[in-house]
């Protein structure tokens, strides 16, 4: 049974920085990557990172946001930093399995005060 947990969001002001983590487990997995959900808004690309370790980004993201993984601990990271309030949203983590599809976390929230 695949899981996929999201952990580390919270409240931060402006400028601040968030670490959030996500850990799947139940089967060998390919891209994943973050997205996330703002009130009112559709669900927007973050980041991604291959299991070779090739990270993309949003182009809003790039340069504030890094993407890491540990395949050891099938984790990715998602390091925030000089955030802003329009960075207010739910954050999700995604999982590809081979021939298996996309799984994705519950999500955490992320807020950004000004």
């Known amino acids: 049974q695949v899981q996929v947990v999201e952990s580390g969001g919270g409240l931060v002001q402006a400028g601040g920085s968030l670490r959030l983590s996500c850990a799947a487990s139940?089967?060998?997995?390919?891209?994943m990557g973050w997205y996330r959900q703002a009130p009112g808004k559709q669900r927007e690309y973050v980041a991604d990172?291959?299991?070779?370790?090739?990270?993309a980004y949003a182009d809003s993201m790039k340069g504030r946001f890094t993407i890491s993984r540990d395949n050891a601990k099938n984790t990715v990271y998602l390091q925030m930093n000089s955030l802003k309030p329009e960075d207010t949203a739910v954050y999700y983590c995604?999982?590809?399995?081979?021939?298996?599809?996309?799984?994705w976390g519950q999500g955490t929230q992320v807020t950004v005060s000004p």
């Open positions: 990172i291959t299991s070779g370790g090739v990270a």
């Open positions: 995604s999982a590809r399995v081979s021939r298996a599809g996309t799984y």
């Open positions: 139940g089967s060998t997995f390919g891209m």
